[in-house]
């Protein structure tokens, strides 16, 4: 509970800037196939202070991260992003799903490798996730490495008011570990049949 994930792995992920990082309840282990992966909760912060000397800090991102180890590498970057304003314009690609395309923007420079990569089936898995949960994972493909978020708050420590056990709770932190697995299969299974 007291370990982590390094603000170095974070920031491989290419996510976002910040000012404070802190990292807890780490989950470790190997994959089917031999694959590590490292999840943890993740939560970044801005600081800022005023010109009386008062520091505040506010949460840019607060939920589950996880790193994934494939056995290949990839030629291109690939980050799927909540749907927003962002500076990589040029590099977005236009995907075959306008329902995907209304909660996700996709930055890569390489159009063909994106596409075999993220197929309809991967596109559906976070469209069913985010109708479900109201939780848009976002996601990094990088060398040979898989980086995905999830802005579900605090995940692991006991609930005061709620009862600690509540199933739909529960099923949702079940859900959201269950999602990075299934994920990734699906995306070693693309990257073996893929010339990349």
């Known amino acids: 509970p007291e370990r982590g994930i390094s603000a170095e792995t974070y920031q491989e992920g290419q996510f976002e800037s910040y000012d404070r990082y802190h ?3 780490l989950i470790h282990g190997t994959l089917e196939g031999g694959y590590k992966i490292n999840m943890a909760e993740v939560h970044t912060e801005d600081e800022s202070t005023d010109q009386d000397g008062h520091t505040t800090y506010v949460t840019i991102f607060y939920g589950l991260f996880a790193e994934v180890e494939f056995d290949k590498y990839i030629s291109t970057n690939i980050k799927i992003r909540k749907n927003a304003w962002s500076i990589f314009k040029k590099n977005k690609i236009e995907m075959d799903s306008g329902e995907f395309e209304k909660i996700y ?5 390489d159009k063909i490798v994106t596409m075999q990569l993220l197929t309809s089936d991967i596109m559906q898995m976070f469209i069913d996730f985010k109708e479900r949960y109201k939780i848009a994972p976002e996601i990094t493909l990088y060398n040979n490495k898989m980086y995905i978020r999830f802005r579900t708050g605090d995940m692991f420590e006991a609930k005061i008011i709620k009862k600690a056990l509540d199933y739909e709770t529960l099923k949702k932190y079940y859900d959201t570990i269950n999602f990075t697995l299934g994920i990734t299969e699906k995306f070693l299974k693309n990257i073996k049949e893929t010339e990349i």
Not at 105 to 109: F, G, L
């Open 23 to 25: 990292s807890e309840d």
């Open 105 to 109: 923007n996709v930055y890569s420079d």
